[in-house]
């Protein structure tokens, strides 16, 4: 049975501060890790992560895949107002198969 | 191309009415789902395909039935409308499928239908 696990599920923090949002997951035949920001609308696709150890950026958002303990992590630096919303991740398998998401990470930056 | 496009944005139903939920996607992809997001919780897999002719459950299928003649449409039926139907629901769709293999790939969203069942 897949399990995909996500902490904290929600944070709240000060304009500034830099946050770390963790998802560990359990499924056969794991390929990739899909992260995607959610505000009051669609989710929006931020990073695709395939190799072990290699970061992604975009901005001041950032995302690191471990292939071998089964989790990534997605940090953001300097966080803005903006930046609030939910965070959710997702792995992919090889094969032709369902993508089932995280519980997600709400996360709150107050000024 | 207009991406991953969803009918109706809104649609309130009565208790036993049913409706379809419409999905179409211009980008000839072969993976196609149905996610419910319910207040303050994450997506939720209710059906998904991965090609025109094929479909298999997700993780919350009761109530929903959905089929797939062409690869563009992918709608969810609701035969009998009940109060805990009540949700956001997002379409998603990407090129991954039983053809294209292509696994390393995001998936596109539609906008959402808000469904509320009286």
């Known amino acids: 049975e897949d399990k995909v696990v996500q902490s904290p599920l929600s944070l709240v923090v000060h304009e500034g501060d830099t946050v770390t949002l963790n998802c560990s997951y359990e499924v056969t035949n794991f390929r990739s890790l899909l992260w995607y920001k959610q505000e009051k609308k669609a989710p929006t696709f931020l990073f695709m992560l395939?190799?072990?150890?290699i970061e992604k950026k975009s901005g001041r958002l950032s995302s690191i895949l471990d292939k071998k303990e089964l989790f990534s992590i997605l940090n953001i630096t300097a966080t803005q107002t903006g930046d609030s919303a939910v965070y959710l991740c997702a792995p992919r398998r090889t094969s032709y198969d369902k993508v089932i998401f995280g519980p997600g990470t709400s996360l709150s930056v107050i000024p | 191309n207009a991406g991953v496009t969803q009918t109706p944005k809104f649609q309130v139903l009565k208790t036993g009415q049913s409706m379809t939920l419409q999905c179409a996607q211009d980008m000839n992809h072969e993976y196609m789902s149905w996610y419910r997001q319910d207040p303050g919780m994450g997506l939720r897999l209710i059906h998904y395909s991965v090609g025109a002719g094929i479909t298999d459950q997700g993780e919350v299928p009761n109530g929903y039935n959905v089929s797939r003649s062409t690869t563009e449409d992918f709608p969810l039926r609701l035969l009998s409308a009940a109060p805990s139907q009540t949700s956001v629901y997002f379409c998603?769709?990407?090129?991954?499928?039983?053809?294209?293999?292509?696994?390393?790939?995001?998936?596109?969203f539609g906008n959402g239908t808000r469904l509320t069942v009286t």
């Open positions: 395939t190799s072990s150890g």
């Open positions: 998603a769709s990407s090129p991954q499928g039983q053809l294209s293999r292509a696994y390393n790939s995001p998936l596109h």
